[in-house]
């Protein structure tokens, strides 16, 4: 862990909240009347998902579900690891996948398959953050805050093993 600090900022806390504001307003546009479930990706999105709540002036329920696909450091290990399933049905229901950050994309279409597995009225996917530049498999987004150039970000729900979540902002992970 030692060597490894936050630097430049990325995306400052003002440009976060008027973000976030702005995606909760079209969400709740577009899923007037329909009670979406919000889906949750922990750890990373937990930050990002309770802003975004408050966000959403419409009827929504909420629940969590955690994945793994880095095995620490700062790349993906490319293997997806179901870690903590969802607490509730989404049978019949419009699902909002709330992730923090989409890079190869591998871990959202593995979640994306298994949510639509559930039979979901539908899945969209909300991404704070879109680091389009490491895509390895082709992958929708239908709500994005950002996107972000080809650097490791912690802040605002994003760690480093475990460290910096708390950050009020989005920075660039650099060495010490």
């Known amino acids: 862990m030692a060597g490894h600090r936050p630097g430049r900022v990325v995306i400052g806390e003002a440009e976060l909240?008027?973000?976030?504001?702005?995606?909760?307003?079209?969400?709740?546009?577009?899923y007037a009347g329909k009670e979406p479930v919000l889906v949750g990706v922990l750890q990373g999105a937990f930050m990002f998902m309770a802003d975004l709540v408050r966000a959403i002036p419409i009827?929504?329920?909420?629940?969590?579900?955690s994945l793994s696909s880095y095995e620490g450091g700062t790349k993906s290990s490319g293997q997806v690891r179901l870690v903590s399933d969802l607490s509730i049905p989404i049978a019949g229901r419009h699902v909002l996948i709330v992730e923090d950050i989409v890079d190869t994309g591998l871990t959202l279409e593995y979640l994306r398959r298994s949510l639509e597995a559930r039979s979901p009225r539908s899945v969209r996917v909300c991404a704070l953050a879109d680091k389009a530049s490491h895509r390895q498999v082709e992958t929708r987004l239908d709500y994005v805050g950002f996107a972000i150039p080809d650097v490791y970000v912690v802040g605002y729900g994003f760690d480093y093993e475990g460290l910096y979540r708390n950050l009020p902002h989005i920075a660039a992970l650099e060495d010490a």
């Open 59 to 65: 009827d929504l329920a909420t629940d969590f579900i």
């Open 17 to 30: 909240r008027a973000r976030v504001a702005e995606l909760g307003r079209a969400i709740a546009r577009d």
